[in-house]
């Protein structure tokens, strides 16, 4: 990747702020779960709840690089990394995977300390969550593989290493995991093929979770030491009828938002 603070400086308005986990914010997801009858928040939303359901092991917590919104005047961000639309930017139309890229760069340089912290230490390998599209080739549209290699940080640690079982594409579809929902590439080692391997899943959208759950399972159950989910974007609904999305949303655009900060080094207080 080229310069990603130029690139990402273009369109930095898009951007925005993804809280620390505390009462009110999911400890998962990092966006607002409901109230308990009491009036106290639930410790993580009921989609993250429902998607590590059932898991041996799951991703905990997931670190997105911004927040985002589907509909309305904001959605910007969300038009570009999820519908891969080109967005104007001066005097050119920035390229998605060229925003992706140079996205992920600036934040893993400003974060590695913080990702891999998470990890137990220095990530030994690189991987993305594979397309569950039925619709369209995999090969042709899947983005993010070319994405990771525009990252110089990421790319030499590159490795393919899920395929999709479209026995269970629906059940994605309907935003639901499912522990065989991926598979290996190969069969070598069986379940001890990635022993001692740190992982980084890259994906460029968290929505409800299954895709990130159900892949970091299938490394977990293949002997990964320890899997971190790194997301470009997690999406929000917020409405007037939830007040913690509604507050996360108002307070994630009330600030400008900066790569200097992130999840988890906000909840150290730094």
């Known amino acids: ?26 400890r998962i997801c990092h966006t607002g779960p409901n109230n308990k009858p009491n009036g106290e928040p639930y410790e993580i939303c009921s989609s993250c709840d429902r998607t590590v359901n059932g898991f041996r092991r ?9 927040l985002a919104v589907e509909e309305g005047d904001d959605n910007g961000l969300f038009r570009l990394v999820a519908r891969k639309e080109a967005v104007p930017a001066s005097a050119n139309r920035l390229k998605p995977a060229t925003l992706m890229a ?27 969550i594979p397309s569950t599209r039925l619709d369209r080739p995999i090969a042709a549209f899947h983005i993010m593989p070319q994405v990771i290699g525009m990252v110089s940080a990421l790319r030499p640690l590159y490795k393919p290493l899920l395929l999709p079982n479209d026995k269970y594409a629906s059940v994605l579809a309907r935003r639901k995991s ?10 070598r080692n069986g379940s001890q093929r990635l022993r001692g391997e740190r992982i980084l899943l890259v994906d460029d959208l968290f929505v409800s979770g299954a895709h990130a759950q159900s892949a970091a ?5 293949a002997g990964a030491e320890e899997v971190v989910a790194l997301v470009i974007i ?12 509604m507050d996360i949303w108002h307070e994630a ?3 400008p938002f900066t790569f200097d900060r992130c999840c988890l080094c906000a909840q150290k207080g730094r």
């Open 1 to 26: 990747m080229g310069d990603a603070r130029a690139v990402t400086d273009l369109v930095i308005s898009l951007y925005r702020n993804v809280p620390a986990a505390r009462p009110g914010v999911c």
């Open 58 to 66: 799951h991703v905990e917590p997931v670190v997105p690089i911004s």
């Open 102 to 128: 140079a996205t992920i760069a600036r934040f893993y340089e400003a974060h590695e300390t913080c990702l891999t912290g998470l990890a137990g230490g220095p990530f030994t390998t690189v991987t993305t």
């Open 178 to 187: 499912h522990p065989h929902a991926f598979q290996m590439m190969g069969t």
């Open 217 to 221: 399972s299938t490394l977990f159950e």
């Open 234 to 245: 997690r999406l929000i609904v917020p409405t007037v009828w939830h007040e913690n999305r």
């Open 253 to 255: 655009s009330a600030q």
